[in-house]
Nanobody, 123 residues
Framework: QVQLVESGGGVVQAGSSLRLTCAATGGTFSSYAMAWFRQAPGKERQYVALISMAGSGAFYTDSVKGRFTISRDNTRNTVDLQMNNLNPEDTAIYYC????????????????WGQGTQVTVYA
């Protein structure tokens, strides 16, 4: 199983930007589809953004389209999530996740998870 570690979270004002990074070790990174999920207190964990193995395909949940950008660097085994124009509804713990081959929107499809990084956005 690949090990994942997120970083880059913080407390920011609405309208600010933040960049999250996920670093992967212990697997063949280029064989994994990668994803960012988030979970707010009392809510289900939901997908935020997905990226294919080679980085040629990216997908976003509707609420972040136009504001967030997912990218990966297969030479460094990292996945980033650039978050712009943050709003309080983006407040959550953000998790990096990996699965072999094809992307998925479903939490249950992923077998490798990071520990999460907290993002708090205040109005």
């Amino acid at each position: 199983q690949v090990q994942l570690v997120e970083s880059g979270g913080g407390v920011v004002q609405a309208g600010s930007s933040l960049r999250l990074t996920c670093a992967a070790t212990g697997g063949t990174f280029s064989s994994y589809a990668m994803a960012w999920f988030r979970q707010a207190p009392g809510k289900e964990r939901q997908y935020v953004a997905l990226i294919s193995m080679a980085g040629s395909g990216a997908f976003y949940t509707d609420s972040v389209k136009g504001r967030f950008t997912i990218s990966r660097d297969n030479t460094r085994n990292t996945v980033d999530l650039q978050m712009n124009n943050l709003n309080p509804e983006d407040t959550a713990i953000y998790y990096c996740a990996a699965k072999p081959y094809a992307v998925s929107r479903e939490v249950k499809a992923y077998d490798s998870w990071g520990q999460g990084t907290q993002v708090t956005v205040y109005a």
